[in-house]
């Protein structure tokens, strides 16, 4: 062998030896540098506490050791583009994570997330994009030697164990934030798709969530907006607590189904705008409790068991161009005093199935109003076989007279200006009217 082939055979081994680790390239990189993943599993937990882009060609993962955060993201400016990530930790008290994040204007775009407990937790900052990740929470224990501690897994067996939902993590978790950007993520099995605490001014738009446990759980945070989301086959769509002033605007809670189950769920919160939203086929469409001056504009309520629960301590709500149609049972009061709820917007009511139509003037809204009667209340709740008379002739005898004079003692709310089909069309004709007369002058 040549002495210059023993040379390089040495310097090829040497540098195989010494080959950096992840976390030694990123903390040898200069700042704002873009450090580029080759295909591969790349060891992690690794702490980025530098301004840098960490992008990963096609295959490239970064695994961490099933303890803690695999990536932690410390500092300002930090972008994860196109990688794998897995293997967090399983500690809820500790925060999991397969991305924690508590750096200012993180980037983290066209990711696959898995095989973690919280699949991206945010944590007091501000200015994130969350862009157009795929995140997949953890749903089995693999077997070990050691029986598996009963509160993680559904069983003490030495097997492959579920990780019952209430142990996951979340899909997208943000804590103490503001002005952060949700966008085209699709999020399914973790505990809740996106959860919302003390976090406002931000954004979730176009989201695919499902089978979850909560689409979107979110408490105390106001100021945001969410559209043209779908949260769909999860335990519920949407739960909104104690929270003011969102806009909720072109999204589908669709198929939300179980004991109990809910599109989406408005609890304490005023001052939000509900507008547009399909809210189809769930156990309980639209719910709202001691919750004061929303308005919920032109959404559609259609096939679900119950499609408007209402109750009570709420005033100043305003329904208008909604469409109530096919539910089973369409609103229910279970009782309360909704007498502080409007119906109607400057003569504008919603449309309601099975109303008698009569509108003499054809302008779209039935000359007479409308009361939806609620007889079952609360009943339905603990006995579902009173479903079997919703269509019974009792009861749509009940409604008809009810129609035409207010029952005494009947659980009922009245709206005056309730629409017919071609109040919609009516108004497509007289907009067009006005562009071309706008357009001729």
């Given at each position: 062998?040549?002495?210059?082939?023993?040379?390089?055979?040495?310097?090829?081994?040497?540098?195989?030896?010494?080959?950096?680790?992840?976390?030694?390239?990123?903390?040898?990189?200069?700042?704002?540098?873009?450090?580029?993943?080759?295909?591969?599993?790349?060891?992690?937990?690794?702490?980025?506490?530098?301004?840098?882009?960490?992008?990963?060609?096609?295959?490239?993962?970064?695994?961490?050791?099933?303890?803690?955060s695999v990536v932690t993201i410390a500092a300002d400016d930090v972008t994860l583009s196109g990688l794998r990530i897995t293997g967090s930790g399983l500690q809820l008290s500790d925060d999991d994570a397969a991305v924690f994040v508590t750096g200012n204007r993180a980037r983290i775009d066209t990711n696959v997330i898995a095989d973690s407990l919280h699949g991206i937790y945010l944590k007091k900052i501000s200015g994130a994009?969350?862009?157009?990740?795929?995140?997949?929470?953890?749903?089995?224990?693999?077997?070990?030697?050691?029986?598996?501690?009963?509160?993680?897994?559904?069983?003490?067996?030495?097997?492959?164990?579920?990780?019952?939902?209430?142990?996951?993590?979340?899909?997208?978790?943000?804590?103490?934030?503001?002005?952060?950007?949700?966008?085209?993520?699709?999020?399914?099995?973790?505990?809740?798709?996106?959860?919302?605490?003390?976090?406002?001014?931000?954004?979730?738009?176009n989201n695919l969530v499902h089978h979850v446990r909560y689409g979107l759980h979110y408490m105390y945070s106001d100021g945001n907006t969410f559209e043209n989301n779908t949260f769909t086959e999860n335990a519920a769509g949407a739960a909104i607590m104690f929270s003011k002033?969102?806009?909720?605007?072109?999204?589908?809670?669709?198929?939300?189904?179980?004991?109990?189950?809910?599109?989406?769920?408005?609890?304490?919160?005023?001052?939000?705008?509900?507008?547009?939203?399909?809210?189809?086929e769930n156990a309980v469409g639209l719910s709202f409790n001691q919750c004061n001056a929303n308005k919920i504009v032109g959404n559609r309520v259609t096939q679900n068991y119950i499609g408007l629960r209402i109750g009570s301590n709420s005033d100043d709500n305003q329904f208008t161009e909604n469409i109530f149609a096919h539910n089973l049972h369409p609103v229910e009061t279970g009782g309360s005093d909704v007498s502080g709820t409007r119906w109607s917007v400057n003569g504008v009511g919603n449309l309601w199935d099975d109303d008698f139509a009569l509108d003499l003037d054809h302008d779209g809204i039935n000359d007479l109003p409308h009361r939806e009667l609620d007889l079952f209340g609360v009943l339905r709740r603990d006995f579902p076989a009173v479903a079997f008379l919703s269509g019974s002739p009792v009861l749509k005898l009940l409604r008809f007279a009810q129609e035409r004079a207010a029952l005494p003692g009947a659980n009922f709310i009245e709206d005056r200006a309730s629409l017919t089909p071609q109040f919609w069309k009516l108004r497509a004709q007289r907009a067009a009217r006005n562009v071309i007369s706008s357009s001729t002058k």
């Open positions: 062998m040549s002495a210059t082939l023993r040379l390089a055979i040495a310097l090829c081994l040497v540098t195989t030896a010494t080959a950096a680790t992840l976390q030694e390239r990123i903390d040898s990189a200069a700042p704002h540098a873009t450090i580029r993943l080759e295909a591969g599993v790349h060891a992690g937990p690794i702490v980025i506490n530098k301004p840098l882009s960490l992008v990963g060609e096609r295959g490239a993962e970064i695994r961490g050791n099933n303890k803690g994009q969350i862009l157009n990740n795929l995140i997949q929470g953890k749903t089995t224990l693999i077997a070990a030697s050691e029986p598996v501690e009963k509160t993680i897994g559904s069983s003490t067996e030495n097997c492959d164990t579920t990780l019952v939902s209430n142990r996951r993590g979340n899909g997208i978790h943000q804590w103490n934030c503001e002005g952060n950007l949700i966008r085209g993520n699709e999020i399914s099995e973790t505990r809740d798709g996106i959860y919302f605490s003390f976090t406002n001014n931000s954004r979730v738009e002033e969102l806009v909720v605007r072109g999204n589908r809670f669709v198929n939300n189904r179980g004991h109990r189950a809910y599109g989406l769920i408005f609890q304490s919160s005023d001052r939000s705008t509900l507008e547009g939203n399909e809210i189809t």
